[in-house]
């Protein structure tokens, strides 16, 4: 029966799993981008995103309290410095899990899980094309307004 069952439990006992959330957590914030399994990147995510929440308020309260987790000075320092100053105006989704693929030996399902503001390379591209033509895009309004301005233009001078 699964009575009271809200997450994950890895197979591991309580103290394994907090453990390995822990030391995930860490190296997530001090790499950026970690290759863990597809149950483990998920139960991360929820670990994780509430702690870089706590981040943005930097408060002697907060600071505890994701120590509390952490149990790591730099791992907190960074998430209350260089994390919080990206993920500053962001509401939410800190975190981005791409599959990649099965392991060989295995064949867990493996997943790359990112913080989303430290992918330059993916959010410059993102923001780069979004400004550039789309399908639905067939000149519509730029083109109107084109053909609006040449018109008073040409008004203008008659």
């Given at each position: 029966?699964r009575?009271g069952?809200?997450h994950?439990h890895?197979?591991?006992k309580?103290?394994?799993?907090?453990?390995?959330?822990r030391?995930?957590?860490i190296?997530?914030?001090?790499h950026?981008?970690?290759?863990?399994t597809v149950?483990?990147?998920?139960?991360?995510?929820?670990?994780?995103?509430?702690l870089?929440?706590?981040?943005?308020v930097?408060?002697?309260?907060?600071r505890?309290?994701?120590?509390?987790?952490?149990?790591?000075?730099?791992?907190v320092?960074?998430i209350?410095?260089t994390?919080?100053?990206?993920?500053?105006?962001?509401?939410?989704?800190?975190t981005?899990?791409?599959?990649?693929?099965?392991?060989?030996g295995?064949?867990a399902?493996?997943?790359?899980?990112?913080l989303?503001?430290?992918n330059?390379?993916y959010?410059?591209?993102?923001?780069?094309?979004?400004?550039?033509k789309?399908?639905?895009?067939?000149?519509?309004?730029?083109k109107?307004?084109?053909?609006?301005?040449a018109?008073?233009?040409t008004?203008?001078e008659?």
């Amino acid at each position: 029966m699964r009575h009271g069952k809200k997450h994950n439990h890895l197979g591991r006992k309580t103290g394994h799993r907090k453990a390995l959330l822990r030391n995930l957590a860490i190296a997530l914030i001090e790499h950026k981008r970690i290759n863990t399994t597809v149950a483990k990147a998920k139960a991360l995510r929820v670990y994780v995103e509430p702690l870089i929440t706590k981040g943005k308020v930097n408060s002697t309260h907060s600071r505890r309290v994701v120590f509390s987790y952490l149990q790591n000075k730099e791992a907190v320092a960074e998430i209350f410095s260089t994390v919080a100053e990206k993920v500053g105006d962001r509401p939410g989704g800190y975190t981005r899990i791409i599959k990649t693929g099965h392991r060989k030996g295995d064949a867990a399902e493996m997943a790359m899980i990112e913080l989303v503001d430290f992918n330059t390379v993916y959010t410059n591209a993102k923001k780069a094309s979004s400004k550039g033509k789309t399908r639905r895009s067939r000149g519509g309004k730029a083109k109107a307004a084109a053909v609006a301005a040449a018109t008073t233009a040409t008004s203008e001078e008659e």
